[in-house]
């Protein structure tokens, strides 16, 4: 079983850029949802993912987007990158909507610079 | 709103030895989950204990259990026989089980906890 996979592990952009991170969920789980961690802090949810839609949302802008395909990965996008998204982005999956058992990745560090 | 409070940014202990990190927490609901997850360099979150809000009994896996203190809000870890391993940053979370707030764990600030030889 290969848990929860997320690519790419690290990426630099620039200001303004646009950018796509990607997760694939545990075996058997249909259920994803994206934290942001800044430095030395806590993860923040983002958004939750299930059926191919978004179930429910964080204190984000709308910058922040996301998709859930038929094989129940996902990606987040960013679009117009500030500073202050320079953060570790954790994808986790679940096989139920509540998430109690919820399955981290390694998550992809994104340097906006 | 539910809050997450973690109040000792960095602990150490001696190899061996017991350490006890501090959550405490805020909400007016009853159906709720609590986590303690480590967060070692490598960066991925691992579950290392959950405790369901309508269970008395402390839950208890291996050398980590938890005081589940629900009047008092107050949910800390103890780690028994600390090893090297142990080292970690360490995070409390918290688990609403409505149907409207599905799958949104909400963290504390973490714990850095550095095992000592």
């Known amino acids: 079983d290969a848990g929860v996979t997320q690519s790419p592990t690290h990426l630099i952009k620039t200001r303004g850029q646009q950018v796509t991170l990607r997760c694939s969920p545990k075996?058997?789980?249909?259920?994803v949802s994206w934290y942001q961690q800044a430095l030395g802090q806590g993860p923040q949810f983002i958004f939750q993912?299930?059926?191919?839609?978004?179930?429910q949302r964080g204190n984000f802008p709308d910058r922040f987007s996301g998709h859930q395909f038929p094989n129940y990965s996902s990606e987040l996008n960013v679009n117009a990158l500030l500073l202050g998204d320079s953060a570790l982005y954790l994808c986790?999956?679940?096989?139920?909507?509540?998430?109690?058992?919820?399955?981290f990745g390694q998550g992809t560090r994104l340097t906006v610079v | 709103a539910q809050t997450v409070t973690q109040s000792q940014p960095e602990m150490s202990v001696q190899e061996a030895e017991t350490v006890t990190l501090s959550c405490t927490y805020d909400?007016?609901?009853?159906?709720?989950?609590l986590f303690w997850y480590k967060q070692p360099p490598s960066r991925q979150m691992i579950l290392v204990i959950r405790?369901?809000?309508?269970?008395?009994q402390n839950a208890t896996e291996n050398r980590f259990s938890v005081n589940f203190q629900k009047a008092a809000k107050s949910f800390s870890l103890k780690i028994s026989d600390s090893q090297l391993g142990d080292t970690a940053m360490y995070f409390c979370?918290?688990?609403?089980?409505?149907?409207?707030?599905?799958?949104?764990?909400?963290f504390g600030q973490g714990t850095t906890l550095q095992v000592k030889p």
């Open positions: 993912y299930y059926e191919e839609e978004e179930r």
């Open positions: 075996s058997g789980h249909d259920t």
């Open positions: 979370a918290f688990l609403l089980t409505l149907s409207s707030n599905t799958g949104k764990l909400i």
């Open positions: 405790q369901e809000a309508y269970k008395q």
């Open positions: 909400t007016s609901e009853n159906n709720y989950y």
């Open positions: 986790a999956s679940s096989s139920d909507r509540v998430g109690t058992e919820a399955f």
